[in-house]
């Protein structure tokens, strides 16, 4: 995959997509290029689309129209192509979506164990650089539901750096958190956007957007309305859509 | 979260709430009023006088050895001469009195083998099938017979304690493998398979029990060829199982019902493939969320295999009254029933006692 770097195959490629729930059109002719280490903040009121945007690109959304292609690769019913695609873009929820069963370097080992075949000793190694990475190295041993929201996100988000992936999305991180816990994850999304990581988020945490986003797109009703690098954006929204909901968010 | 609270408690210096003693509660709770205190009284007295019934009948006026039995006839207790001349009917059966050793030996082996299986360090799909295909080869070389200079003993001699237990184990070995089938079928994503399970579950659901073994038992000899039939037992206990997956995949649907969806879309963004999304992330979730009921149905197909005297087979109740129909043990058909209620109630509750304990291992991280 890192041939793709150099041959600056986009990181993400959208053309034309539309993608219906029943008779409601919940994306409509998106078009969007990511190029490699770009990091993209996506806002935009609930119900635009902007999670089921991104949970496209892992295809835990099937879209009915229109190409996507990931890495080079293109997203279609080829179970091969979503498996290796699926390596290759991690994935942070909402809701965390940890494995209670299991501890937290468990949920950390277990796809490098049973994906990238690593043996235990290669998989925990592993793991637990990269939960020192999100300084929880110390919580190894405990099982998700004895840590606060923000320890469970930093865990989803080590698990999901496990498998090395070149793409990471977001949907929405801190959308669950505590408010004294939201900075503890924004940090270590900060620090993976500084050391180049491909990063897809659907936040509203401006200040972080402002920070580290190359582009921030504002979507609504399945479109993409409009996108700017974030001074621009945040200063000088040209639609009055994009206006109207950064009243919203950012006057309290 | 944890040591967050600790460490906030420690700051504000809040105490522990006042230690309830046991006496304490002990008054608050019986003898806090005068009807109270007399409330108490009566139930204590009339609890006391049962009690004082039951050990009097049972130990202390009872009659224990075979060669007391004359005396039972005068005797207020009870007679257990008719367990010491009659215990190996009854844990035995029909099966030849010489081989008896083999018969214990099988038992000890199975119960042996559930019991390992209730250890976590079983839990893994290759360790219980290897523990499985061992420890119930052994049962059934040593009920059965025929190698390493066994006799072989046909299993319409086998009979009581064994007899339980090996359809119990066998159902059990059948069923469970069975019903994570069904359960995972009836939630596939292909609808025609989704209906055709969903619809196998609800119509031996719809059957009583005791259809199902008649059927198996009396019926099926005339639909399958002569080769697929095998003993009559086999194909009672394949329907029992049948029976038992249908109700147990009900229960571990239940349990995968509640799983979050996004503990599968977790899987598959880590790039799971589904056998490894079943086996590692929703089935072990489903065992926990539907314990209780899993456990409850072992327990009542502990208690059902009773059913089986119907068609003809001596388990450990229809062995009990061959033991006391002779002569001169039928009036002391109490003593049997206890007897036997008691082997029951070991087993039963042993089985309930291991499901509570597993609950509270498991809510381990569930918050």
């Known amino acids: 995959m890192t041939d793709n770097k150099a041959d600056n195959v986009p990181a993400v490629s959208m053309s034309g997509v539309n993608k219906w729930f029943g008779d409601f059109q919940v994306l409509k002719n998106i078009e969007l290029n990511v190029s490699v280490g770009e990091k993209i903040v996506i806002c935009g009121p609930s119900g635009s689309g902007k999670s089921t945007l991104i949970r496209c690109v892992c295809k835990l959304e099937d879209h009915q129209q229109g190409e996507i292609s990931v890495l080079g690769t293109e997203l279609n019913d080829d179970v091969a192509n979503i498996d290796e695609i699926r390596r290759e873009v991690g994935m942070v929820f909402q809701q965390f979506n940890l494995f209670p069963h299991m501890t937290v370097l468990e949920n950390c080992t277990l796809a490098l164990n049973l994906v990238r075949k690593k043996n235990r000793k290669e998989a925990e190694d592993i793991a637990m650089s990269l939960l020192e990475k999100v300084h929880i190295p110390d919580q190894a041993k405990k099982y998700p539901g004895e840590l606060s929201g923000g320890q469970q996100q930093r865990v989803a988000i080590a698990r999901s750096l496990c498998m090395n992936p070149e793409i990471m999305l977001f949907d929405e991180p801190t959308s669950a958190l505590d408010p004294e816990m939201i900075s503890e994850v924004l940090d270590v999304m900060v620090s993976l956007a500084e050391e180049g990581m491909t990063m897809l988020c659907v936040t509203h945490e401006m200040g972080f957007a402002r920070r580290v986003a190359d582009r921030v797109i504002f979507m609504d009703q399945g479109e993409i309305v409009e996108q700017n690098d974030p001074i621009s954006f945040f200063d000088n929204p040209a639609n009055e859509r994009t206006k109207l909901f950064l009243s919203q968010i950012l006057h309290h | ?367």
């Not at chain 2, 207790?77 to 001349?85: K, L």
């Not at chain 2, 499985?132 to 059965?144: A, D, I, K, P, S």
């Not at chain 2, 190698?147 to 064994?162: C, H, N, Q, R």
């Open chain 2, 1 to 367: 979260m944890r040591s967050g609270i600790k460490s906030l408690n420690t700051a504000s210096n809040t105490s522990a709430p006042p230690d309830a003693s046991l006496s304490h509660r002990i008054k608050r709770n019986l003898f806090d009023t005068p009807f109270d205190s007399l409330l108490t009284g009566v139930c204590g007295l009339v609890l006391a006088y049962l009690l004082y019934q039951i050990v009097d009948w049972a130990f202390l006026s009872s009659i224990w050895t075979a060669e007391q039995e004359p005396l039972c006839r005068d005797a207020s207790g009870a007679c257990w001469s008719v367990i010491d001349a009659r215990h190996r009917i009854i844990l035995f059966g029909l099966f030849p009195f010489e081989e008896h050793w083999r018969s214990t030996l099988a038992c000890v082996v199975m119960i042996g083998t559930i019991v390992a299986s209730c250890f976590p360090w079983f839990w893994t799909g290759k360790k219980l099938s290897v523990l499985w295909l061992c420890g119930f080869g052994t049962f059934y070389l040593l009920m059965h017979g025929g190698l390493f200079g066994l006799s072989v003993i046909t299993p319409e001699k086998w009979g009581g304690l064994a007899l339980t237990i090996f359809i119990f184990a066998a159902v059990s070995l059948i069923g469970m493998p069975l019903s994570i089938l069904l359960a995972l079928g009836r939630r596939s994503k292909l609808p025609i398979i989704a209906r055709m399970v969903g619809l196998f579950i609800d119509f031996f659901r719809s059957l009583p029990l005791l259809t199902i073994l008649f059927a198996a038992a009396v019926i099926t000899p005339f639909l399958l060829p002569g080769w697929l039939q095998g003993d009559k037992l086999y194909r009672v206990i394949v329907g029992f199982a049948i029976f038992f997956a249908c109700y147990q995949a009900e229960n571990i649907r239940a349990g995968l019902q509640a799983i979050p969806a996004g503990q599968d879309e977790a899987g598959l963004t880590l790039g799971l493939n589904y056998r490894q999304r079943v086996s590692r992330i929703q089935l072990p979730q489903a065992f926990r969320n539907s314990l209780p009921s899993i456990v409850n149905q072992f327990v009542i197909t502990f208690k059902e295999t009773s059913i089986v005297t119907i068609v003809g087979f001596f388990e450990i109740l229809a062995s009990g009254q061959a033991a006391y129909g002779t002569g001169q043990w039928t009036q002391h058909y109490i003593e049997v029933y206890v007897f036997i209620a008691a082997i029951y109630f070991v087993f039963v509750f042993s089985l309930s006692r291991y499901g509570a304990y597993l609950e509270k291992k498991l809510r381990v991280g569930h918050d």
